[in-house]
């Protein structure tokens, strides 16, 4: 799309937001769900079925017709990752062995943070409208230039920034169904070596491609209550198609060029399914599931718009080539309120989310594993018009295998093949996760 000084100033808004996202996105796969430190004290078990805020409506939109006054919540997650890569072997574009020559133990991540705010108002009856935004997706990792398998990955950097207008329709007491607008910001950034055949062994080069651009999608969904207890909630979000167009770099001792390039990405559909149950005045519990359509995620293949003649890519080639091959996934989790008094609300909750990449096809950018969370939080509301929300989770230790290797896409023949590049390490990953937000109801 064309750019203005609309989409540059949102373009360095994310980029400023980038700088502040965590590594290996906190959900399986690149999924971040911190957008509500009241949900992520139950590890969101129950949150498209428990409009306790405004932050509710990038779950459920629906929910924002049960919140009687105007109010915004606002705040953020402090994502402490402890991800460790260590015993990497590896090869480059030619089949040469790599010595790695810092210590073979690294860390590719950071502490980071992840920001968000919403508002909501009722407008006249049955009518509700709200306005968010939030950090649906983000994948963050940094090796450095010595990293045994930089002929794979170095640095990746993808991050989405959604604004979500919506509207929310109250039936009744008990029934409202809502719809949200999303307009998406994706930036991102793929970085490498190389040294295919065509050149000398041992006169690798860096390829970067950079990229930006707007995806347009949809959420919708409907929350119930069949009774004074009990509260359903089902939410849809569409899929978001991107043409990540930017520039494709390569500069080295040889090559030393530039083009225009893009990529073509589609960030999933999800639907989700929650429920809460008061079991008396001061228990509730809640659970829900969340299904991903990860299987859309299939490739990552980057054009050359302009062609690369030293290397012999033709004009509207492909440049690089990574098959991901992605599976959908379910993701549960269950917790619990304690009503303690007036002031206070208790929290705590357990959540599984299972990865959508198969072992086969794990890379460095992203070596994603399934996730298990224990989680704690608390509400404090010292008067009627504030809450203060804050939420810890712990993912515990998982250890899991990269096997990646090198694919060449044939621009004669359109042929895919492996190359000579590859990489093998173990990595241990583990997280800890701050949450906090206040709610201002006016």
Known sequence: MNSGWFDNAVKYGVLLIGSCVAGNAISAGFTLNETSAGAAGTAY??????????????????GIAFLDRPQFTVGGGLIVPHEKYHHGVGADSQGNDITQTSSVKGDFVGAQGVPFGFYSMPLDEPLSFGLGFYVPYAAMTEYGNDFVGRYLALNTELVTLNLQPTLSW?????????????????????????????????????????????????????????????????AYTSKINYTVEGD?????????????????????????????????????????????????????????????????????????????????????SVGASYRLNNEWLLRAGYGYDTSPVKSAWRTARIPDIDREWLTFGASYQPVPDYTIDLAYGHMFNKNVKVDEHEYNWDNATGVVSRGAASYKAKYKVSANVLVVSLTHRL
């Open 248 to 332: 494709l770099k390569l500069k080295g001792d040889l090559v030393n060029a530039e083009s225009h390039g893009h990529l073509k990405l589609i960030l999933p559909e999800k639907w989700e399914i929650s429920g809460t149950y008061k079991l008396d005045e001061r228990w509730t519990v809640m659970g829900g599931t969340v299904w991903t359509r990860w299987s859309r995620f299939d490739e990552i293949k980057a054009i050359a718009d302009d062609g690369i003649p030293a290397l012999g890519i033709p004009a509207g080639g492909v440049a690089s080539y990574t098959p991901e091959n992605w599976k959908d996934v379910w993701a549960w």
């Open 45 to 62: 078990a129950g949150r498209a079925a428990n409009p306790e805020d405004a932050s509710v409506m990038s779950a459920n939109p629906a």
């Open 170 to 234: 109250k039936f009744n007491d008990a029934f409202a169904v809502g719809f949200g607008l999303i307009f998406s910001y994706l930036d991102g950034e793929l970085t490498q070596l190389k040294n295919p055949s065509p050149l000398p062994a041992n006169k690798a080069f860096k390829s970067k491609m950079t990229g930006h651009d707007w995806g347009y999608g949809w959420n919708a969904g409907m929350l119930w209550m069949p009774n004074d207890d009990t509260t359903i909630g089902v």
